[in-house]
């Protein structure tokens, strides 16, 4: 990571040398109105530009992107044209002279293939065409090239193919930045799928045994216990959305429960106690059932009498407070460490370590779990979610499959 940020730092250094370097060739000794002196302005209107054109470029290099950007990179380098491409073709064109998209990717297979950069002349028969020559800076991401900014200008400059290799470093500094989202975003994904792989395959053929039970001897019971089996495994085999809300993911911990129950009978009491004020808070998909599975396996786990679990989830000014207790068999400690750690594998594999290890993957390491157990005395485990998180929203609501 030390290494990324001092790239970013290397790539961002350019764009303030530029800034600097512009003010100084129009610097006055006076300030412009008391807002600063012209190497400020200049520097300032280099960073601006630069950040409008950053949002865009975090998504990838698409047409999309590349189109919502091409203005802003043409603005930095004060060029009459610019484009960017990726390997096969012009994702967009800004600027006069557009007529020499084929003529530049014909051109582009040597810097494409070598990752160097290089300027050439453009052939030209329309008498009105401004552009002459082309300056190639490649666009790469962990040594691969990914396409190229090309920037079209009247003339020759060695200014322009140093100032377009700097833009381009900085663009390559922001596809970097959209592939490690895209990695994140491959991590949860497969961290989801692995917490879908942990439920108890031992729990949906009980589920769906104790469904069987009741088709005969209570036909109406069987039909609703049904339809909350099903309504918990569309939840939790869903496809769209990191996260969710606060009430979506009780609202299938409930369809869990109503299965539990069936099964357990008086055995198995449960609490809950919920403000609706903490309802809207989105969360991690998937982050609090696998914790409820947990306290229903131990506070079930080797007890013949009624076990008892309580669910809470309390406004804590900026934060809610979900709170998931058991008097069950509990755990020892150094072992639950071990677990969260990753050292050894839980038994029944509910997933505590999975949970703690995304929770502080959004939050940051201050918002893992805080578990307290001990052999015999049950287990109380506590998470804080903020109420408000940048990149946390829920896309989804409770009626999507």
């Not at 043409?74 to 084929?102: E, I, P, S, Y």
């Not at 918990?232 to 409930?254: K, N, V």
């Not at 229903?296 to 786990?301: A, I, M, S």
């Not at 008097?327 to 400690?333: E, F, L, N």
Request: charge should be negative; proline fraction near 5%.
């Amino acid at each position: 990571m030390s290494g990324f940020l001092a790239g970013l730092c290397v790539a961002v250094l350019p764009l303030l040398a530029a800034g600097f370097w512009l003010g100084r060739r129009t610097a006055r000794p006076e300030s412009l109105g008391g807002l600063g002196t012209p190497v400020e302005h200049a520097t300032f209107q280099t960073l601006h530009t630069a950040s409008l054109a950053a949002p865009p470029l975090r998504g990838g290099l698409t047409e999309e992107t590349a189109r919502r950007s091409a203005r802003r990179l043409r603005t930095l380098l004060g060029t009459d044209a610019l484009c960017l491409t990726d390997q096969k073709q012009v994702l967009a064109w800004d600027g006069v002279g557009d007529h020499h998209r084929a003529e530049i990717m014909e051109r582009l297979a040597g810097p494409l293939e070598t990752g160097r950069g290089e300027a050439f002349r453009l052939n030209c028969d329309a008498p009105d065409c401004l552009l002459r020559w082309a300056v190639v800076a490649p666009l790469t991401v962990d040594d691969r090239v990914h396409g190229a900014l090309v920037a079209c200008a009247p003339r020759e400059s060695a200014v322009l193919v140093r100032a377009a290799g700097e833009v381009a470093r900085w663009v390559s500094v922001q596809l970097e930045l959209a592939d490690l989202d895209q990695s994140r975003t491959r991590l949860i994904e497969a961290e989801i799928k692995a917490l879908r792989a942990q439920i108890s395959p031992h729990f949906i053929f009980n589920s769906l045994a104790v469904i069987a039970s009741f088709v005969r001897t209570d036909p109406e019971r069987a039909r609703e216990l049904l339809l909350e089996f099903a309504d918990f495994t569309r939840y939790s085999f869903r496809r769209h959305g990191d996260f969710t809300t606060l009430a979506d993911e009780l609202h299938a911990i409930d369809h869990y429960l109503a299965l539990v129950r069936a099964r357990f009978g008086e055995r198995l009491s449960v609490t809950l106690q919920i403000a609706p004020e903490v309802l809207p808070v989105a969360l991690p998909f998937l982050c609090l059932q696998p914790l409820v599975e947990n306290a229903v396996k131990h506070g079930l786990e080797g007890k013949a009498d009624k076990s008892r679990i309580s669910i809470t989830a309390q406004d804590a000014g900026a934060e809610a407070l979900v709170v998931i207790e058991d008097d069950g068999a509990g755990m020892d400690p150094d072992l639950l460490r071990r677990i969260l750690a990753g050292e050894v594998s839980p038994s029944g594999g509910i997933g505590l370590s999975n949970v703690d290890d995304r929770l502080r993957q959004v939050y940051g390491d201050d918002y893992g779990l805080v578990i307290e157990t001990a052999v015999g005395a049950g287990m109380k485990i506590t998470a804080r979610l903020p109420k408000y998180q940048p990149g946390v929203h829920s896309a989804s609501r409770r009626s999507e499959p």
